[in-house]
């Protein structure tokens, strides 16, 4: 087994402010995922990678970087928090692009 | 394009009665689609309930099955009789076993089931 850990829980950022999720993984895969959640909605794809320092861009990249320094790690940064960004942001990770995803419980964003 | 469309919730059903989460898909990049349904319970994060990848199986988990159906482009989600335990936000979702790209999810299902 494996676990998928995402700080901080919960971030506070001002409007404008830049702000770093970071993700954490133990299964050993080789691709990971940002996904937003706002509320009441699905899964929107912002970034993935398919190994260590690898990024493709998801259907929701705008406003968004990523980085993926090592195989284990995956951060997502908000390059200016808007108001309308206020969701929960999972990390997840899989063997395989197509494979099954495993999730960490999110960081949920508010911006004030 | 590529997409999943399943039952808009709120579903509200009575403890031992059955349930019917529908879910349609369309795979127009996708030659060989692997199918997924998550769920998550209140509390806790998201977590995978079953997974089909071949087309006229069934998976199942937990007293749910889903039929993966290539000539409808279906994979609903069942249960003949619920428990309290079952309420959550279910989601299908949509891969591709060749690799290529993320995992497509539907919008989520949340259902209540009352004692």
Redesign the interface.
Known sequence: GGIITQTPKFLIGQEGQKLTLKCQQNFNHD?M?W?RQDSG???R?IY?SITENDLQK?DLSEGYDASREKKSSFSLTVTSAQKNEMAVF?C?SSK???????????TRLTVL | GDSVTQTEGPVTVSESESLIINCTYSATSIAYP?L?W?VRYPGE????LL?VITAGQKGSSRGFEATYNKETTSFHLQKASVQESDSAVY?CAL?????????I????TTVSVSP
Not at chain 1, 96 to 106: A, D, K, N, R, V
Not at chain 2, 95 to 103: I, K, S, T, V, Y
């Open positions: 691709t995922y996904y909605k699905g899964l794809l993935y998801g999972l997840a395989g692009q197509g494979s099954e995803q495993y999730f960490g419980p999110g | 692997n997924f998550y994060g998201l977590q995978l997974k989601y891969g591709d076993r060749q690799g290529g790209r993320a995992l999810f539907g919008t989520g």
